[in-house]
């Protein structure tokens, strides 16, 4: 399909009433200039970060002291110090609003609904704050949560958070191990967790995790109820009560929100830890809030009232940001458990129902849906339905047009980019620019993303590394048990000498946008030319035979082969003349390079938490080497699957 004309433009009313085209007049009469075109403004804005940064501080109204210095330059990313002067509480922030409008909208799959208004949310944080400091917990203490995405867990972070705690959560879906990889490390004051959750229709019990869990950790636990054994599992641990328990003591009065430093640490969010054990990134509150702020309201247009919906667990960075959505004013509309539970349209049931002006979710939701052939254009109202986002993998061109022709034909398609590293994206949406077909729409405001060839060098017109040439307030404070900083150092500023590096495979397009190619430690490099699987993927996976697919390179002598698992659709067999078409499609779609060298059909595809593939996890098993956390991983056994295999032996 040609990409000569854009799947949706924005008209000139449309965009006029944005809060970005507002806040761009707002800027313009700051600085007595006009900022009528976008890409000016975009120019303005990562050459005077100070300005542009006090200015979105300003016009989105953070409550705190920002004091007279917006930006402390001292010449390389990490010496950068924003409002070096500031004093903020981030779950003030997020709690703009009182009354009985609705705050949270909670349904877990079709057997649990709830409704929070504003009142009731800070009611429960009250609470919970005397609950926490009654048992101790106090500035800069760890709490770590192992919770569904329900109104309790916003309640319990924003109560966290209120004290200068800092918060840490995964789903209740992890291993023990997995969990006690994460919370292990950072010593945490308070564990809470679930007392069983929702998936496909079925309780999942958790008792003897928690249990684990609990004694492992030392602490007291608080346990959640939501499957309704929380009395009982209390009862069983030692250190343990319930939520309810936990604030039977207090009634709620005026919330105190500790006013602590814009780099006081907010979160510790974990690397996926599928190559060891997970990194502990530790954000700020400022930088979260002003950047969340940022994308929500100005990529978003994110307005007071409205409905945010993202499809996310408590252990994807998804959920972080889905939060700050109330420091808009935004009514949270949370889900947990599986969305293809009881049906695969309960996910647009519950936006056509309630009205959902954003709806975020990962790419490989959209292509299951195409696959499934669920065409919600045809049988929802989503007139609602402004933005659909999309994250955690690139979005293929097809997904792109499967949104317009089998959603919705007149929404803004977001596919955004960025990662637990910033706990934010580098590259989203934009209200001011049409959409292209396979692109997303160009990088964020305030923050200097380019791309770079292995020589340091940017380049056009072709692949190469994400970069982010100057510093930005999301940057992490630190790593976890990293006194040096010199895991932080190593992950972000090796390759390039003071440029962040993301280690995304990039490319920018004739638009101004830019394509994701996938990861650049799984890229692959047959003949000394380095491939995005990403390329691959967009083009097996449209094939009907295909249900999902997951490229490595095997080393080969001196060279590497590319080498293509898939898992096929139900009935459908791998044969000679299956093999071909899939080499011809990648060969036609892609370029002759593309082409695998072996494809090989597999049960299943090993996949984190979050849902993303895994592809170094299986590089490793392929090459006899051991994989080195596989709790971080949904599914482990599937790893099984892809040792040994005779039709890769040299």
Not at 152 to 164: D, K, W
Not at 262 to 290: D, E, R
Request: with cysteine.
């Amino acid at each position: 399909m040609q990409n000569d004309t854009p799947l949706w433009q924005p008209s000139e009313a449309f965009a006029k009433s944005t809060p970005l085209y507002d806040f761009m007049q707002f800027c313009g009469q700051r600085r007595g200039r006009g900022f009528d075109d976008y890409d000016a403004f975009y120019a303005w804005s990562i050459g005077e970060r100070g300005d542009f940064w006090s200015a979105v501080w300003d016009y989105c109204g953070v409550k705190g002291e920002k004091g007279a210095v917006d930006l402390v330059d001292r010449g390389t990313m990490l010496q950068a110090h924003f409002f070096p002067e500031a004093r903020l509480n981030f779950a003030e922030n997020l709690l703009p609003k009182r009354g009985p409008e609705t705050a949270l909208i909670f349904r877990g799959e079709d057997k649990v609904t709830d409704r929070w208004s504003w009142d009731r949310l800070r009611e429960t944080v009250s609470r919970l704050q005397q609950a926490l400091r009654a048992h101790g917990v106090n500035q800069g203490d760890r709490v770590a949560a192992m919770m569904p995405n329900m109104p309790e867990t916003v309640a319990l972070m924003l109560a966290v958070t209120s004290l200068g705690a800092v918060w840490c959560s995964c789903s209740p879906d992890f291993g023990v191990q997995g969990v006690l990889d994460r919370f292990g490390q950072i010593e945490p004051k308070l564990f809470i967790a679930c007392d069983g959750y929702w998936y496909n229709g079925k309780v999942q019990d958790v008792a003897d995790k928690v249990r684990t869990v609990s004694e492992k950790l030392g602490v007291t636990t608080v346990v959640v109820p939501y499957a309704g054994e929380a009395k009982a599992l209390a009862a069983s641990i030692s250190a343990g009560i319930t939520l309810a328990d936990l604030v039977a003591p207090f009634k709620a009065r005026e919330i105190e929100f500790v006013h602590l430093p814009f780099n006081h640490p907010l979160y510790i969010l974990f690397s996926s830890g599928t190559t060891g054990v997970p990194k502990c990134i530790v954000h700020s509150a400022g930088g979260t809030l002003i950047q969340h702020l940022k994308e929500h309201r100005f990529h978003c247009s994110l307005k007071e009232g409205e409905k945010l919906f993202y499809f996310t667990t408590c252990g994807w960075m998804m959920w972080n940001w889905l939060v700050s959505g109330l420091a808009c004013g935004a009514t949270l509309c949370l889900y947990d458990g599986s969305p293809f539970a009881p049906n695969g349209k309960v996910l647009f049931d519950y936006a056509a129902e309630e009205g959902f002006a954003v709806f975020g979710t990962s790419a490989k939701y959209i292509d299951a849906v195409r696959k499934a052939d669920i065409k919600p254009v045809e049988t929802h109202d989503l007139s609602a339905l402004r933005l659909i986002t999309s994250t955690g993998s690139p979005l293929s061109p097809e997904g792109f047009t499967f949104v317009y022709d089998g959603i919705k034909s007149d929404v803004q398609l977001a596919s955004i980019s960025g990662g637990t590293d910033i706990v934010s994206c580098f590259v989203l949406g934009n209200p001011l620019k049409p959409v292209w077909r396979g692109e997303i729409q160009g990088p964020g405001l305030g923050l200097a993303v380019d791309v770079w060839n292995d020589e340091g060098q940017p380049v056009r017109g072709e692949k190469g590394e994400l970069v982010c040439t100057k510093a930005f307030p999301a940057m992490p404070v630190k790593f976890w048990n990293d006194p040096k900083g010199e895991k932080y150092h190593a992950a972000y500023f090796e390759r390039f000498d003071d440029i962040w590096c993301h280690g995304d495979f990039a490319e920018w397009t004739e638009h101004g946008g830019l394509i994701i190619h996938g990861r650049s430690d799984a890229t692959l490099n047959p003949g000394g030319v380095r491939i995005g699987t990403a390329e691959i993927y967009n083009q097996v996976e449209q094939m009907p035979e295909v249900a999902e697919a997951l490229c490595i390179g095997q080393d080969v002598e001196d060279d590497v082969r590319v080498v293509l698992f898939v898992r096929l659709a139900e009935g459908v067999e791998l044969d000679d003349e299956l093999v071909k078409a899939i080499r011809t499609r990648i060969r036609t779609g892609a370029s002759p390079r593309h082409v695998p060298a072996k494809v090989i059909a597999v049960a299943d595809i090993p996949r984190t938490k979050s849902g993303k593939i895994v592809e170094l996890a299986v590089r490793e098993v392929v090459h006899g080497r051991p994989v080195k956390n596989k709790e971080a991983l949904a599914n482990p056994e599937a790893l099984n699957l892809y040792r040994d295999l005779p039709e890769l032996a040299l």
